[in-house]
């Protein structure tokens, strides 16, 4: 077996064939055989064929090329994903995004949720403690954007208002000045009167409020109602006024036992008219509208209508009203005149008059 290129010393040869000098073998490459220094100046070793033979094993075809410097190959980056927990086992894994880093999310972190602290109305009198100076006392009064504080040893400080500063009954507050509220409208009755408030109804007066009718009796309930149970005065009906002679007589008026009397169509020439006219007495007053019926003291607007029918002469006004108005039953149609009753304001002044009239002189002190 034939070797190409020296061994040993640059240019040698071993069989005749020329050519550029070869670099030996990558077998042979690590190949060291020691001698002696050149610096001793005695000859060197030639490597002898049987050593050769040993190392060479297969033949080279190939004529061997100069060595050439390699650069060194490092390994790839290991990519940051590679470093992440791997997905459980059996599951699938999540899809990662190649260019979401440390830096793509908000660099601070979540943002922290703003404290909102119970508002307290700061009036005078309500025990505080103002938590960054630890001083306890007692709300004095308000001004601007701070609160006056009064502390137990009686001296006063100006503390401002910032949310959570003070502690109430131990826990963290926002004093806030107090609200202004106006003053609460007094309570009023449905014919305008004051509401008593917590006042029980009166034992009933000697006196009395006599009306014509069923209706006449409760549309004053409906409306004055309230004011009469206090007053203590009773309202009621005579079914006409035929024998009001009689009856005002049967009653015995006198100075702790008024009577007021409430009548319709109280107009010159009527019967109404003439009854009162010829009734005389000190401690009777009778009262009246110009009205056929107390239906029609009813307001229209308030009925719902744009003004009362005219009821032709003979006819009963109650039936003309309803057949003039497209109603059938008369107790449903006065059912939805006084539902629409609320107070004073949906009545016929007229109406109103007489009865304030006829409350005041019942309910008069006596003398």
Not at 88 to 102: E, L, T
Not at 154 to 182: H, K, Q, Y
Not at 213 to 222: I, N, Q
Request: hydrophobic share 40%.
């Amino acid at each position: 077996m034939g070797i190409r290129g020296g061994v040993g010393r640059p240019g040698g040869h071993v069989s005749g064939r020329t050519g550029p000098p070869s670099a030996p073998p990558p077998s042979l490459a690590c190949l060291v055989v020691p001698g002696p220094s050149r610096a001793s100046g005695s000859p060197r070793r030639e490597p002898t064929s049987e050593l050769v033979s040993e190392l060479v094993s297969e033949p080279v075809s190939e004529p061997v090329s100069e060595p050439v410097s390699q650069p060194v190959s490092r390994p790839d980056p290991v990519p940051a994903s590679a470093h992440r927990a791997a997905p459980p086992r059996g599951g699938s894994a999540a899809r990662v995004d190649p260019y979401r880093g440390i830096l793509a999310g908000p660099v601070d972190g979540p943002a922290r949720l703003r404290v909102v602290y119970p508002e307290v109305e700061a009036v005078p009198g309500l025990a505080v403690a103002h938590r960054p100076t630890r001083l306890r006392g007692r709300v004095v009064r308000v001004e601007g954007d701070a609160v006056v504080l009064r502390s137990e040893l009686g001296t006063e400080r100006l503390l401002r208002l910032t949310p959570g500063a003070f502690d109430v009954m131990g826990r963290p507050t926002t004093l806030v000045r107090p609200r202004v509220s106006s003053p609460a409208r007094p309570a009023r009755t449905a014919s305008g009167s004051l509401a008593p408030r917590g006042q029980r109804a009166r034992v009933a007066r000697a006196g009395r409020i006599w009306v014509e009718g069923v209706h006449d009796a409760e549309l004053v309930e409906r409306v004055w109602g309230d004011d009469l149970r206090v007053e203590g005065v009773v309202v009621e009906r005579l079914d006409g006024i035929d024998h009001l002679t009689d009856a005002v007589h049967a009653f015995g008026p006198g100075p702790d036992a008024r009577l007021g009397v409430l009548v319709d169509h109280l107009v010159p020439g009527s019967k109404e008219s003439r009854l009162a006219a010829g009734l005389r007495h000190p401690h009777v007053l009778i009262t009246g509208t110009p009205f056929v019926d107390v239906w029609q003291a009813v307001r229209p607007r308030a009925a719902g209508i744009g003004s009362w029918p005219e009821v032709p002469p003979g006819t009963p006004w109650k039936e003309g009203i309803c057949e003039a108005l497209g109603v059938t039953d008369p107790r449903a149609l006065w059912r939805r005149l006084l539902a629409s009753v609320r107070s004073y304001a949906d009545l016929e002044p007229a109406l109103v008059g007489a009865v304030e009239r006829l409350v005041d002189f019942v309910t008069e002190p006596d003398v």
